[in-house]
């Protein structure tokens, strides 16, 4: 019932509104047409005529489309700014994960100083702790980051050039860090944390990289490609003779 406003809400999407606002504007549509349908039914229609003369009276698709899409407050902000939201917010994101592991990090070693000036005394599980976290800034984080903007786009409709470029930024910029630690003593040598940014080697750097793409690129790409290969197909449905229509 009401299938047609399905493809109002895909053009909504594709034209670069927001998607809670074209959600929201569908929905409001979708109880707009009932009560139209209602209106015929109870004039005697059957309710797929109902149906056709609700959607009639509700305004074609190019109409719809065109009423939200005239009012630029409702795209979405990977819309009007990309280089902000896909640019600058792929180095934010990088960069907080990597904020937050060193605050972890200095608060582990800061509770574990007896005074102010001594030196601190780590758990036996500070190491683990390390590892872990190393991991999970150079493993983990790439590729869940790339994966959450791989999704915003995927809902977002987005065209792939933008959100390539934040993932390709994500792959290179996380496979950079690199962590250290020397725990120093008691007898004056300062324990230190430092991480620094560079491709160390170039088999690793590389070997990284890639995985960090295999893990986002590659099935962002695949998801896009598929999506317009079947919005061609469904084109060539719609069409007089189309791939479905047997002689």
């Keep these: 019932m009401l299938d047609g406003l399905t493809v109002v809400r895909e053009r909504l999407l594709t034209a670069g509104i927001a998607p809670r606002h074209a959600r929201r504007y569908v929905a409001e549509l979708r109880d707009h047409a009932a009560d139209l349908v209602e209106e015929e039914m109870a004039a005697g229609l059957p309710p797929d005529e109902a149906d056709a003369r609700a959607l009639s009276r509700l305004g074609g698709p190019d109409e719809l489309v065109h009423a939200m899409v005239v009012r630029g407050d409702f795209r979405s902000w990977g819309v009007r700014a990309p280089w902000a939201v896909y640019g600058l917010g792929s180095l934010g994101g990088l960069a907080a994960a990597y904020a937050l592991a060193v605050a972890i990090l200095a608060g582990i070693i800061e509770t574990h100083r007896p005074g102010w000036d001594a030196h601190p005394e780590l758990p036996l599980w500070f190491d683990t702790a390390f590892a872990f976290i190393r991991y999970g800034t150079g493993v983990l984080a790439p590729p869940a980051l790339g994966g959450l903007f791989a999704l915003m786009a995927t809902r977002q409709r987005m ?89």
Excluded: C
């Design 159 to 247: 065209a792939v050039r933008w959100p390539t470029i934040a993932l390709l930024i994500i792959a290179i910029a996380g496979a950079a860090g690199t962590w250290s630690f020397d725990p120093g003593d008691s007898h004056g040598s300062p324990m230190e944390l430092g991480l620094t940014f560079g491709l160390s080697t170039v088999d690793s750097s590389l070997r990284h990289i890639v995985i960090n793409l295999l893990l986002t690129l590659a099935p962002y790409i695949a998801w896009h490609v598929w999506q317009k290969a079947m919005a061609r197909y469904s084109a060539l449905e719609d069409e007089p003779g189309g791939p479905l229509v047997h002689g």
